[in-house]
């Protein structure tokens, strides 16, 4: 039984910072790739980064690259994403998700097969 677990969400100012973790649970393989995903009220879902787990190779939606960091621990199941300088447009519900395989197609939503609960972040 797959578990994605969020949390680290929160009210930041404008330019501030915050780290979001993702545990993941349950997985029986060894490798896979990551996503962090994010939804506004009224907007569609929109892939943030993604991370595959054994390599580290990653991808940035335009919006946050230089901005935001995806990074996996293994050691703690654990993928994280940093972010800097944040403002009001990144206000959003944000999710992890996770697929088979590598990340090479990209962050297409409907291609990951297990999702969060979402945490939400709020840039004032």
């Known amino acids: 039984h797959v578990q994605l677990v969020e949390s680290g969400g929160g009210s930041v100012q404008a330019g501030g910072s915050l780290r979001l973790p993702c545990v993941v649970t349950?997985?029986?393989?060894?490798?896979?790739?990551m996503g962090w995903f994010r939804q506004a009220p009224g907007k569609e879902r929109e892939g943030v980064a993604c991370i595959f787990t054994n390599g580290a190779s990653t991808d940035y939606a335009d919006s946050v690259k230089g901005r935001f960091t995806i990074s996996v621990d293994n050691g703690r199941n654990t993928v994280y994403l940093q972010m800097n300088s944040l403002t009001a447009e990144d206000t959003a519900m944000y999710y992890c998700?996770?697929?088979?395989?590598?990340?090479?197609?990209?962050?297409?939503?409907?291609?990951?097969?297990?999702w969060g609960q979402g945490t939400q972040v709020t840039v004032s």
């Open positions: 998700a996770a697929k088979t395989g590598s990340c090479a197609a990209g962050r297409k939503s409907a291609d990951f097969d297990y």
């Open positions: 349950g997985y029986d393989h060894s490798s896979y790739c």
